[in-house]
């Protein structure tokens, strides 16, 4: 089910004009089941801040350090096997 983007601008809006840290709205925004992608959205359907802002914050949060880092090896890890594949194909054209 896609999440309610409206409500959820309107709660981050007002976590931070209550004077929520960015890493609060965050990690509220991951307990309430939300990807990074969702989360960086919300960020940035609320005005506090831009998307390239949005994204640094969620990308740099605590909360999505690790997901990140783990994020970024499977993209190390796929691509070195695309990159292998090729090479197969190269070499034996039987694939």
Do not use: C, Y
């Not at 990690?27 to 992608?37: A, I």
């Amino acid at each position: 089910m896609e999440p309610d983007f409206e409500r959820l601008a309107i709660e981050v809006a007002e976590r931070a004009r209550n004077g929520a840290s960015v890493e609060t709205i965050v990690r509220q925004l991951r307990d309430d089941g939300l990807d990074m992608s969702d989360s960086m959205f919300a960020i940035k359907k609320s005005g506090i801040m831009s998307a390239a802002e949005a994204k640094r914050a969620v990308l740099r949060s605590e909360v999505w350090t690790q997901e990140a880092a783990a994020a970024i090896e499977l993209h190390e890890v796929l691509l070195d096997h695309l990159k292998e594949a090729k090479i197969i194909d190269q070499t034996n054209g039987s694939r």
